[in-house]
């Protein structure tokens, strides 16, 4: 054990000891010396200490000091009723603080206790019970805030883990100082009760047990009592004042004396006016001249300095402003931090500024948030840090998206406008600045507030600003999600399925896998929308096949195999027939046979006449599909798959290509056409 365990301990030990074993009148005097340390220490503590959370365990202090306090007010009961020498603390607490007098004991023993419980504890526990409750009702909003500083990029994850721990463990310590108020409130009712139980306990044994009369065991035990009382109230209200200084502690990084003093007097027109009203009270009034006309004097000239200080001060500031410039514009570029390539980034005009600014009513931050959150569960992957910043050198209502630094699409608003689209079967027209919806590149038009309660009526789809920037941001991060992400992604989510399945993680990698072969995996599948979150049956069907072979691409076939359930939930609607383009088999066979393999992979070696007819054949098949309404899918055989995709993704984005493996058995199919060349 440590020395300070064995001795808080000890200290707990004692406390009890003293509670049950008579002690000398020596050792009673040490342990009251003692407890008025502590009760001075605590005091003082909680003066100087910067943060509420240096203290955090100030309400377990409460506590042991409380009950260590206790066992001295019961010792020192047991002394005076026994022996009537409790000791030299006691005895001098009760003749030389209440002048040897029994009415005067009596009186500051009173006036003790009333400005215990009425003025100190009483605040102390009500600004507890505000701060507890305050700081409670606070914890959402401030977990909102600290959630957009790491959206925004102005903190990092650490950093955000810190803040959130520190919220925490103020909740935990407000709402423990609510209740440790009581122990200090109990044990001030506790010693005046020890103290009325202790006069008439003394009385008792002097006039019974040694033969005294009344006035003498009144007058030897109440100042007993009363110098008793005194000093376990003394420490007690020391205590008292710690509780209510930490609670209504308002600065956590200034000196308290330096703080309390600078804001006190630190306006020299108060200093002048306080001195001003002093000597007229002087001059004017009864009262004492040389007094109120000399500290007057002492005011105006204080409330002088100051201002000659203050004049110093800002002037110093502003020649260390005009240093700090001038050492900025001599100081070398730090390069590295041009350096920085930030994943995701959102600049927008000026004109937008008011949508991502929380204090005009914005909640752009707000929907960062839920983008990333959404698509966390759609994909199973962690979207990068998403950084909004304004440019002035965009038009005032135009916003970009930036991919690693690169632009890769634009849009603009109209603030204070609504986007309407019409779904298709909407006849009637109303008048609007035409334009086009930036995510999916549909005929929209913008119409004002008081029009759209009536396009909505009429069946047109209402957007506001806000929710535009949002879909056109969500869609280009699931666009470019596999290329942002990185080798660091990979190793965080093969840490986080360690944590349940350590042995599936030492399996696979790096005895099978390295992470950049996960990685293009991953990505393979991320590229067709399909979701990794269920990354224990990835990696258990990579460590399957693995050892058979290396290439990504052919471990991806086998993957989308064991998701199948999730791949016929996202395309094919369960109860209800889905239709679908076929691939020809004498079309898979040419596909198959012109495909080498090399040591860097497998490639397409088609003719260029074959590849325009093929793709005719596709557009004419997928126009079949929408003229349907439905999506363009096409089904192919598991070998083929692969190199379809490969082949049509640079000329239909949209198209979902899907192998029959990876079709549930409850899927209902109606194919609609077929592929040829």
Known sequence: MKKADIGVALYL??????????????LLDVMLALNISIAFT?????MFVKEVLDLSFFPTILLFSTIFRISLNISSTRLILTTGDPGNVVATFGNFVGGGDLVVGIVVFIILIIVQFVVINKGSERVAEVTARFTLDAMPGKQMAI????????????????????LQQEASFFGSMDGAVKYVKGDAAAGLLITGVNIIGGIIMGVVRQGMDIGAALDKYTILTIGDGLVSQIPSLLISLSTGILVTKGSK?????????GQLFGMPKVMYMVGAVLVFLGIVTPLNPIIFLALGAVFIFGGRIIANTIEVANIEAEADAGEESADEIRRPEN?????????????????????????QGGDLLDRVVMIRRQIALELGTVVPIIRLRDNIQLNPNQYIIKIKGIQVSEGEILFDHYMAMNPGFV???ISGIPTFEPSFHLPAIWITESQRERAESVGYTVVDPPSIIATHLTEIIRQYLADLLTRQDIQNLVNNVKETNPSLVEELVPKLLGLGDIQKVLQNLLREGISVRDLVTIFETLADHAATTRDTDILTEYVRQSLKRAISNKYFPMNETTSVVTLDPNLEQEIMGSVKQTEQGAYLTLDPDKTKQIMSSVETEIAKLEKLGKNPIIITSPIVRMYFKRLTEDYFKDLVVVSYNEIDSNVELQSVGMVTA
């Open 42 to 46: 605590i005091l003082f503590t909680t």
């Open 335 to 359: 390069v590295n931090s041009l350096l920085q390539v930030d994943p995701i980034e959102l600049e927008f005009g000026y004109g937008i500024i008011p949508l991502a600014d929380v204090n």
């Open 13 to 26: 030990l004692g406390a009890f000891i003293m509670m049950i074993i008579p002690i000398s009148s020596v």
């Open 253 to 261: 990084e200034a000196d308290f004396g330096s703080v309390l003093v």
């Open 427 to 429: 006849e009637e027209e």
């Open 147 to 166: 959630d957009a500083d790491l959206n925004t990029g102005a903190i990092t994850d650490a950093e955000a883990k810190v803040q959130r721990d520190k």
